[in-house]
């Protein structure tokens, strides 16, 4: 017994990741697609989910998912081989680039723990209050290492996907600030904006002394941007200060980057924010990815991959449900609630679920990827309370 829409969902990841075998674009599709209808990222509840529907054995299934994830050296037969999950960084990209809708992209770098297992640290497209996943590496949280070859070898990876003419912002938090990450950014022909703490130390242009960035604001005068040298030694950078301070957060925003003044915003800097929401849906608030009892970081790596299609997947489908641009059998109802007192109370890729729960109750086509249209980049900076 096949499954139409598994069956179309197959042709759609296969032609996404040309470069995979059969076998591996296969279990891909079956993977995120377990995901995306369980809402989970547990292989048996994928597998009995598959058996109940298609009227397999729930181990048959269940081991092909598990070979999936796992290195050829624990596969038997004879044309073993592993998935090469950093050869698919720069489709997966390529793919959100084609649905995306405009030349204007925010990346974010940040980490996420797991208890004391594994340190994801990942780079995501944030989009709508959320954040599609394109390159990550898990490590192991044990293990105490330097986190910026990491950071250039995602960039590195990802690179090709990008278009050389598109306005590119990477958005990096307080803890990940470095000249040579900087650097590296700038020489991808993309624009760091990069969070540094109140006390590090800059010399704006024409000045002899150093000082903190929260000298340069006031109450009266909360924002100030200029051309700062930052760091120190062979570490020196001529880069933008801009700093944003409302008086109602504990730190001010103070912000690195290459774009003159005039040409950016520190309001820019909010979204950051929803790769942490991303990271949330990921977890808790999703593909309870918390709850997986694997070990090994390469295989949490390959997992992370059907997680990531899986995310782009239903934030397509949920963006476009709120945009009211699903081809329906009935009227949509009037979703203008999900954005009370000016946010959203509800994530696309929640909506997106639910849009394909009600397609397959209802016996119909799934929803298949759809365009990307992406907000707006705030003008005013704003720290909204997180989607419940």
């Not at 004879?78 to 997966?92: E, M």
Request: aromatic share 10%; charged share 15%; with cysteine.
């Amino acid at each position: 017994m096949r499954h139409p829409g598994l069956s179309v969902w197959e042709a759609v990841v296969s032609s996404a990741f040309p470069h995979l075998s059969r076998a591996f674009a296969r279990g891909l599709a079956w993977w995120s697609f377990g995901i995306a209808q369980t809402r989970g990222g547990g292989r048996r509840t994928i597998a009995t989910w598959f058996a109940l529907m298609l009227g397999q054995q729930v181990n048959t299934i269940e081991q092909r998912l598990y070979e999936w994830c796992i290195d050829a050296a624990q596969k038997a037969g004879d044309q073993r081989r592993t998935l090469d999950v950093t050869t698919c960084f720069a489709p997966l990209l390529a793919w959100v680039l084609r649905l995306w809708t405009g030349t204007q992209l925010a990346l974010t770098l940040d980490a996420t723990p797991l208890r004391d297992r594994f340190t994801c640290l990942t780079v995501s497209v944030v989009y709508r209050g959320n954040a599609i996943p394109v390159a990550w590496a898990i490590l192991p949280a044990t293990q105490q290492q330097a986190w910026n070859p990491h950071w250039l070898r995602l960039l590195t990876l990802i690179q090709p996907a990008i278009p050389a003419d598109w306005m590119v912002l990477v958005l990096t938090d307080r803890g990940l600030w470095s000249s040579t990450l900087f650097r590296a950014i700038q020489a991808h022909g993309w624009h760091p904006f990069m969070r540094v703490t109140r006390h590090r130390t800059v010399r704006p242009h024409g000045q002899a002394r150093s000082v903190a960035p929260t000298t340069l604001v006031t109450p009266q005068q909360p924002t100030w941007g200029g051309a700062v040298q930052a760091f120190q030694g062979r570490y020196r950078l001529a880069a933008t200060l801009l700093v944003w301070m409302d008086g109602q957060h504990a730190e001010p925003w103070c912000i690195l980057s290459d774009l003159p003044p005039t040409a950016s915003a520190a309001a820019w800097y909010g979204l950051r924010a929803w790769c942490e929401q991303g990271f949330k849906c990921t977890k808790r608030g999703m593909w309870q990815w918390q709850q997986t009892r694997m070990t090994d970081p390469q295989r949490a790596e390959r997992l992370w991959l059907a997680l990531a299609v899986a995310t782009l997947w239903l934030t397509s489908v949920g963006s476009a449900v709120e945009d009211g641009s699903v081809a329906t059998v009935v009227p949509l109802p009037d979703l203008h609630d999900l954005w009370a007192a000016g946010r959203r109370v509800i994530r696309v890729l929640r909506l997106g679920w639910l849009w394909l729960q009600t397609q397959s109750l209802h016996g119909r086509s799934i929803p298949l990827p759809m365009r990307l249209h992406p907000d707006p980049w705030p003008t005013i900076p704003t720290s909204r309370p997180p989607i419940p």
